[in-house]
């Protein structure tokens, strides 16, 4: 469910979790396809056999697959500005890849409101602290730091 915001209920808002997304299958066959999008080929995505051979015992998702879900997870989990007329992703502050994702591994994420800043006349700067969690895994795949600017009628 959405977190509906406005310009005076933002700022209090600042340090609440937005939500946790439904759990997303990272299995082989998206890996390869991920692989053949970018050219990325490297044995670690791609290469069951030669992959068994490192430490993590088979292939892992790229971190970069891992970072473009982010937009499908969060799909439940979004803002909503009172008066939108539109959202633009602004970019990151901050990502790290924490863990690898494991070939037929599960993940989710978690959000949560950090920033809010008006940077003009009805344009609102979001910071959302995105957290990719790897099922039965301590350590989460990645931490970001994702912007968002709304711009608001």
Do not use: C
């Not at 989710?108 to 920033?115: D, E, N, S």
């Amino acid at each position: 469910m959405p977190v509906s915001l406005t310009p005076e209920s933002a700022p209090g808002l600042i340090g609440t979790e937005l939500g946790v997304s439904e759990w997303f299958l990272i299995d082989q066959s998206r890996i390869d396809a991920f692989a053949d999008a970018t050219l990325d080929h490297q044995f670690i995505h791609v290469d069951p056999d030669k992959a068994k051979l490192t430490p993590f015992g088979g292939t892992i998702a790229h971190g970069f697959l891992t970072l473009s879900l982010l937009p499908h997870l969060v799909t439940g989990l979004r803002i909503g500005m009172e008066g939108a007329v539109m959202g633009l992703n602004y970019g990151f502050d901050k990502i790290r890849f924490l863990a690898p994702v494991k070939v037929d591994s599960r993940v989710r994420a978690r959000a949560t409101l950090v920033g809010f800043q008006e940077k003009a006349p009805k344009q609102f700067l979001i910071t959302q602290e995105i957290t990719i969690e790897i099922e039965n895994e301590q350590r989460p795949a990645l931490v970001s730091q994702w912007l968002t600017m709304i711009m608001t009628g």
